[in-house]
């Protein structure tokens, strides 16, 4: 871990001016996965903005009866509180999936948007990296690739992003709040918050250099069921190899709505028009329901470990659905 | 360092811990320990950014004057000399330095220090109080809940805390109502413990110790 | 010193219903354990006490360090001295027991330590670590076991392990057989992820090294140190109070002692160095993985009539351990005609060591699964088949079993898992989501004892006092010593005071191979029974009159209190045991029966124990609280074995991709559903004195081969190559 500097933050807005004061400057929130990666240094920030104390750490009834969660609401806190247990459920049980109840207390909604990818390569700075070392290559490409990505990818990029809470809020249509060191503030949504890695894998989300995440908005919540299913290697404790968020609305016996976002197969929380477009309309039974899923990811392409992820991806959807419809 | 720094060094630390352990018997309230005396010239040398951290762990206040690099966990063994929390993987990985702070449970290896200023501590060392051991503690001993002993101080901070949130009406994810207020159940502490590994596996004798000491049968 | 010639005839221990020995009782290092006490090797100093080393690792696998810039590393902020090839004290490279680091410009294996970075701080020394530039011309490397299998060479017989086992005509057995199994199965690298990381801390006391450092052995420890260094072994003082889980990978002196002795040498200051989660996936060595091919011929009634295990497994250039993954088959079943042989392939990886069971751990993984799918090509119960060829000796030795429950244990575990409610069709359970299906194997170990000696102390307060070499790695040595000498003296738990993990005490084997017990503390019986000789001799008396019990010695009704007959200044003796003829008169081995039912999800092929019960048999239990924990931490390991664990190489860098914790699968709480251990009465008398057998890694051995045909049980996918992730059950699952 390099030396660095290390001041906290009294308000949001002094928080961003002084993350926009000094180049390389990381906020700290939960710390979990910043510390992990300045460990290694994969991260090496010269300057630490602690943004703990600034109070952005409620769930708010928001005006048109969505959520609003301060971006230093705990998983924890978030994943019990009762609004979003009964309101969201799908949410909350995202957030249980994810990491251990140690970690869970200490990691931030706005840093789990922001954590980064596993990639075993990404991890290890004597190993080329177009993430974390623009231009070195991509190691996974060619090597040991069963937890990466299966959509999305580039040629420069196959890494996975590794959220459970994400993919529920994607599913859930969340808007991210922003302010940037010069006071602007800005709503992003969650669709939009990340950024596929192209031939740019080093960037990874929309935001600019100091921009803080103050806050995530749930939009009301919508009808329907709501399922989240993790599929992993151990029972806990370990990062999906495939999730699905599923919110189902059934409607005359068919599927109506439906809202289908996806983990541990893409750069990024991952939904696809075209899915929830096959689903809809497909009668709300089982065998219905599993064979329409079993055709669905034809663009998806693996990299030798990870091809069974498409599979997977399939089965766990329509697993998901006939779920959600019984 | 001269010769003459590395005589005096070690019996200068010796006293400033053997006063802590002095006051902490004692039960002075509020006693404080000033570690910065301790701070050798060395570890002011130029590049190294030290902050002053006031930690109060088990009931005691420790002041420390820390590189900003310093995580709680090394605060802990290194400056404050308890070691009883471990450092397995010092990434998140395995729970053995979990402590709680404010009374929470945390990896006190993914957080800094000088993030916990003012905050207040229990780590393995304080779980039992003025007891000998806490209940949790003692179910641990009587149930085998160990083998090398290297997971426990994680293991039962967690244990201790876990149970403080399920109490609280926290879920988990194998909480079948998650609505409903959690009933606290041989597989929800499977779950809930999953965050602290032991490569002994003692896990079925971790659950029937935390089944004891929460007075569980299911 | 006594040696195993012979059975052992009645002893002490034995009919003591007074007696502590087999009780459960809590361990005595218990609340050390829980409060934080337990100090294990980096907690001796704190900041300002010592210095703190980091490794450098080398980041090649095969070549030689052209340049090692460590100017910036030294300029930085309290960085003591930096530690290269260049400048580290000269080591000895020949002996075998010699672990030589930063010795030359050579880089045999990935990680390799190449810099010690030493400082006033930990964040110091790692900060300046990787401000170290090592270039290195690099050379290619053969890392495939696969590929360098059919270059394996014939290694050298081990102390513990002949490699080639042959007898009868197996191959015309197997092609004259009317039922033929043949298939291959394969085996990852393994880690043995012990919870607390190699660490030492190193003091020089003018020419004299006292290291506090995580090993199963100070004995043997101190002797590698000393070779290493060029000093004599009384020079060296090894520690080790307390270890943090070995496994296997603390057998030998790791990197981490090395480096320290050599730093604090260096700066003429204790130092301390713990490797990181991530360096030790690499520095400290691995189980190797294997690939084997089991053939087993049989008549249509199940018996065996030929039967071959032929394992491959892979070691560094010129080192000669090899993974005895066949020597439960040379024992386990009847059979005449039989062929059990190992190769070695050379691989330029981290060197592949002993990790819990080496040989049957692995060995039976395969050996057991192929039972199972012999017992479905016959319609044959898998108990039954097992039945029908359990031999009467062992059949390559042919010599009788020291003792052997195999059948007890799989006919008592069958009754309480409910082995009758199976049904062998493969896929007819289900439960929700879940298939089920349970599935069982057989459980073997090797019984091993080892040359070790003991020194038990009677002072005149009554108390007793043992010293030994030995190590307490949670495995319970403290309790059951404790035990054992009380019983031998008649006194209670809190009259005994075992001292262990200091190599100054009398040589020990140390912890290992499931021996520690049984030479460890039959080096203590035998240092009591010596004692106890001398305390009839104060009282006049011969030990054959003379009956140990509540804290005093009785002959003829009358009875004088130990403390009395210590006298002023205490009186004290030595004792030890050695193998002896009864090593090669009799097979020894403990045994078991695994019981396993697995939910596999229907849709992604999840599998999850749902519960499991082992049954085991493994002579006199000393302490059956902490000998349950023992065999349920060997079936865990087991299960993470079968499921999940595998330490991925990426051969393009001959390095292992997934070297940490998060990646690195080991089972979690929520992975070990319902699961129970169960122990048979018996005694064996031909093992040792104390009548034990090793268990600490019987638990293990066969585990998860229970879990692999459970898994077919309920799916009918039949995977051969471990860990059973569920990638390799998609496949096979129905749309």
Redesign the interface.
Known sequence: MKAFTYERATSPEAAARAAGAQVNTRYIAGGTNLLDLMKIEVETPVHLVDINRLGLDRVEEGKDGGLKIGALVRNSDLAADPRVRERYPLLSRALLAGASGQLRNKATTGGNLLQRTRCYYFYDTSKPCNKRAPGSGCAAMEGFNRIHAIVGTSTQCIAAHPSDMAVAMRALDAVVHTVSPEGDTRHIPIAELHVLPGNTPQIETVLRPGELITAVTLPPPPKGVQVYRKVRDRASYAFALVSVAAIVDVAGGKIGDVRLAFGGIAPKPWRDEAIEQAIRGVSADDASLRAASAGLFADARGHGHNDFKIALARRTLGAVLAEAVS | ?SSSD?RI??A??DFLRSSAMVAAATGIAGSAVAYGA?N?P??H?????T?QVRLTVNGQSHTLDV?????LL?AL???I????????????????C?VIVEG????AC???A??H?GESIV???G??GNA??SPM??A???H?G????????GQ?C?ATA?LE?VR????????AD??ATPTLSA?E???????????????????AAIKDAAGVDA | MMKMDKPVGATPLDDNPKGLVGKPLDRIDGPLKVTGKAKYAYEYEQVGDASYGFAVGATIAKGRIVSIDTASAERAPGVIRVLTYRNAAPQDTKSREAVPQLSGDGVKYYGQPVALVLAHTYEQARAASYLIVVRYAEEKGAFRLDEAKDDARTPPDLPYAKTDTDSGDFAAAFAAAPVKHDETYTTPFQEHAAMEPHATSATWQGDKLIVETSNQMPTPGRKSIAATLKIPPESVRVKSAFVGGGFGSKLDVQADAILAALGAKAIGKPVKIALTRQQLFHAVGHRTNTIQRVRIGAAKDGTIQAIAHESWSGNQPGNDEFEPAVLATRSLYAGANRMNHHRLAALDLPPAISMRAPGEAVGLLALEEAMDELAVKLGMDPIALRERNEPKEDPELHVPYSSRKLLECMREGAKRFGWDKRDATPGKVQDGRWLVGIGMSAASRGNMLMKSSAKVRLGADGRVTARLAMTDIGTGSYTVFTQVVADMFGLPMDKITVLLGDSDFPDSAGSGGSFGAASGGSGLYDACMNLRGKLCQVAGTTADKARFADGALFVDGKSRPLGELAGEGGIEADGGIEPGSTKKDYAQHSYGAFFAEVGVDRDTGEIRLRRMLGVFAAGRILNAKTARSQALGGMIFGVGSALTEELVLDDRYGYFVNHDLAEYHVPVNADIQNMDAFFLPELDDKANPLKIKGLGEVGISGAGAAIANAVYNATGVRIRDYPLTLDKVLAGLPT
Do not use: W
């Not at chain 2, 609280?168 to 909480?175: D, E, I, L, Q």
């Not at chain 2, 502490?189 to 659950?207: D, F, K, T």
């Open positions: 360092m590395e060094f070690p200068r630390r301790a050798a060395d570890r040398a130029p590049g190294t950014r902050t590189d900003t690099r310093v995580t090394d063994r290194e400056h000399g308890l070691t009883g929390s471990k450092k397995g993987c010092d990434h998140g990985q395995c729970g053995a979990t929470r449970r945390i990896n993914l957080t800094l000088v993030m200023d780590t393995v060392e779980l039992a000998a051991l503690q003692a641990f001993v009587r085998d160990f083998q090398c002993g290297y997971c426990t101080p039962l967690s876990m949130e609280a009406g926290m879920p988990s994810v194998v909480s998650l609505a597989g502490i499977r779950e809930r413990m999953s965050g602290n590994i032991c490569r002994c596996s003692a896990y079925p004798n971790i659950v």
